[in-house]
């Protein structure tokens, strides 16, 4: 485990549907992604995560699986599928999978089984109960708003849905769901994927009974606590090893909403008898949470540290961590924490990547992130393709909890669809996506940031995450070295150190639109350095440094 590949590798993720569009039909496909590989090979990464291509209803594009050994038709053929595989592994990239078994679409073969009587073969295959005085079951919020539970009238009962009502919650108490799942597992694996991203793994075993959740403000109840890091995931985990991860060479990371360092030592554990890392939430959710998202709070820095320097300091030696500041849930990080004005949305984008990269784990890029690509100005509701934003929009616009003003300004701040709009590949018509109508519209910056334009120059954002997947790969301090925290109160530095047999790295980021100085620790004063990269390209750095807005610079110290 101590060399595994997986901890050396930087992961880039692939909406599918919004990454390249083959055919001109405004859908992103697979053949798309092929034709795309000579550019994620100059980029440097070493896998990819491929978001869900499985046969989909599309409820939730694609989170909502009707057949896990099928492509979905919009995206193209198993032929196309096989041949990105092979193209991918003969430039040296693997791919991981996404894997959602927490709950299938309703058009699963399985589900349409389920629904139909209660002694169906498939009926504990999903989670039904009885109404309680003619209510639901229980008073659990789904992740989508409204109730948790379907009424289904062919047996008068209700199924559990955490999602939406078009994502039933399989049954993992049931041995013939592991069974199932495990042996399509095997499938892909026998196929030679390398690897699953494990959507919200942590889900899939509920607290029997499942009691009656915190109320909050929409009447509804909270699930978390009986249905996140529940009584049986880790035995279903330390199963799924055993049958099937063990069995091949694979990077395997759990989605674990509700996961804290504790339940990561075992999650991830080096001992390798689950998962190789999670993805945690925790820093994520400095700026509102899971059920707050709604609204405009800033991440603060000095929670950001606190929150970040525990992962680090307690996976240390004991699990592995992942680190990202993007996915397809998550708006834009530039938009977020750093600055997208004209100004300074490059130099800050670049800090940000830093900050991240150089920390311990496996980096994940998102795309479009090496661009530097930011929220997007979608001006009302119907602009708006995700699921989770539009039911929340009724919710709590139809409650009358937000005012309609409001909630479009959350909404752009905060929508997954911030990070769903077309890759933008070059100043063409539609960022160069497709040659037809887009499926939701493309950022109109993208005659300014654009691939072919930051290819183009050397000193652009994507220049500058080559550079830092390169610096992984050349310095073992950048994935050995123990890291710490420096200046933990300040509110405008980041500053830590990586140390790795008497070496060194110490990686200093200014999060703000001001110059700030800063001197070095008394024991690295005079001593010996390099700077290793610098937003600023400066080249040297004195033991006191002025840092220019956002200005990012790591120092190695042999
Ligand atoms: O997301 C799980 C999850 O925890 C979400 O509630 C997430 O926090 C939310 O989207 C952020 O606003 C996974 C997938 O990544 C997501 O795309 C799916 O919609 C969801 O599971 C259901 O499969
Ligand atoms: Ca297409």
């Given at each position: 485990?101590?060399?595994?590949w997986?901890k050396?590798?930087?992961?880039y993720?692939i909406?599918?549907?919004s990454?390249k569009?083959?055919?001109g ?15 994620l ?15 989909s209803?599309?409820d ?7 057949n ?8 193209g053929t ?15 990239i693997?791919?991981v999978m996404d ?6 679409s ?6 349409v089984?389920?629904r ?35 009424y ?10 955490l ?10 108490d049931n041995?013939?769901?592991r ?5 399509m ?8 994927i390398d690897?699953?991203?494990m959507?919200?793994i942590s889900?899939?075993s ?5 009691p009656?959740?915190?109320l ?11 249905v996140c890091?529940?009584?049986h ?5 330390q199963?799924m ?6 069995k091949?060479?694979l990077?395997?990371v ?14 991830a ?9 999670v993805f945690q939430?925790?820093h ?5 949470g899971e ?8 991440i603060?820095?000095?929670?950001l540290?606190?929150t970040?320097?525990k992962?680090q ?9 992942s ?8 708006p ?6 750093g ?10 984008a ?8 150089m920390?311990?784990?496996?980096p994940?890029?998102?795309?479009g992130?090496?661009l530097?690509m930011t929220n ?6 119907e602009?708006f393709?995700d ?6 929009y ?5 409650k ?31 960022a160069?996506?497709t040659?037809?109508?887009p ?6 910056n993208?005659?300014e940031?654009n691939a072919?334009e ?23 301090v ?5 890291y710490?925290?420096?200046l933990p ?23 703000t ?5 800063y ?8 001593r ?14 004195d ?12 120092l190695?110290?042999?």
């Amino acid at each position: 485990m101590a060399d595994a590949w997986w901890k050396q590798s930087v992961v880039y993720q692939i909406y599918p549907r919004s990454f390249k569009d083959s055919n001109g039909d405004g859908i992103g496909d697979l053949n798309g992604i092929t034709e795309k590989l000579d550019y994620l090979k100059e980029l440097g990464i070493d896998v990819i995560w491929l978001s869900p291509v499985y046969e989909s209803p599309n409820d939730d594009n694609g989170y909502d699986i009707s057949n896990y050994r099928g492509i979905m038709k919009e995206f193209g053929t198993m032929e196309d599928y096989d041949r990105m595989l092979s193209a991918a592994h003969e430039r040296g990239i693997k791919i991981v999978m996404d894997l959602v078994v927490n709950h299938t679409s309703d058009e699963h073969p399985w589900f349409v089984e389920s629904r139909k009587s209660e002694d169906n073969p498939y009926r504990d295959y999903y989670i039904w109960r009885e109404g309680k005085d003619g209510k639901e079951p229980n008073n659990w919020e789904s992740c989508f708003s409204g109730p948790a539970w379907e009424y289904d009238k062919e047996t008068d009962m209700y199924y559990l849905h955490l999602f939406s009502k078009k994502q039933p919650d399989l049954n993992w108490d049931n041995p013939k769901v592991r069974d199932e799942v495990f042996d399509m597992m095997d499938w892909w694996c026998k196929k030679g994927i390398d690897g699953f991203r494990m959507d919200v793994i942590s889900m899939i075993s509920k607290v029997p009974g499942l009691p009656d959740g915190e109320l909050n403000e929409k009447g509804y109840g909270d699930f978390g606590p009986y249905v996140c890091n529940g009584p049986h995931v880790h035995e279903y985990l330390q199963e799924m090893n055993r049958r099937v991860l063990s069995k091949y060479d694979l990077l395997t990371v759990g989605e674990c909403s509700g996961v804290t360092v504790e339940e990561a030592k075992k999650y991830a554990n080096n001992a390798g008898t689950e998962l190789s890392m999670v993805f945690q939430f925790e820093h994520m959710d400095l700026d509102g949470g899971e059920s707050m998202k709604w609204c405009d709070r800033k991440i603060n820095l000095v929670e950001l540290k606190e929150t970040l320097s525990k992962w680090q300091e307690e996976l240390y030696q004991k699990a592995w961590n992942s680190l990202y500041w993007c996915n397809h849930d998550q708006p834009r990080i530039v938009s977020r924490l750093g600055n997208p004005s004209e100004e300074y949305r490059e130099v800050s984008a670049k800090m940000l990547g830093t900050c991240l990269h150089m920390m311990q784990g496996t980096p994940y890029i998102y795309q479009g992130e090496e661009l530097g690509m930011t929220n997007v100005p979608f001006e009302k509701l119907e602009d708006f393709r995700d699921i989770e934003s539009i039911h929340a929009y009724e919710e709590f616009v139809g409650k009358g909890l937000i005012q309609p003003e409001d909630m479009m300004y959350y909404l752009r701040y905060k929508s997954r669809d911030n990070a769903r709009t077309p890759m933008q590949w070059d100043d063409s018509e539609n960022a160069g996506f497709t040659t037809g109508n887009p499926w939701i519209m493309v950022n109109p910056n993208y005659r300014e940031i654009n691939a072919k334009e930051q290819l183009s120059r050397e000193d652009s954002v994507f220049h500058y995450y080559q550079k830092l997947i390169r610096l992984r790969k050349e310095y073992p301090v950048i994935v050995q070295g123990r890291y710490s925290l420096l200046l933990p109160e300040d509110e405008r530095l980041y500053v830590y150190q990586r140390a790795l047999d008497g070496q060194i790295l110490l990686v200093i980021c200014n999060f703000t639109d001001r110059e700030v100085s800063y001197k070095v620790p008394e024991e690295l004063k005079g001593r010996e350095k390099k700077v290793l990269i610098s937003n600023y390209s400066r080249e040297t750095a004195d033991d006191s440094v002025a840092l220019k807005a956002y200005e990012a610079v790591v120092l190695l110290y042999e």
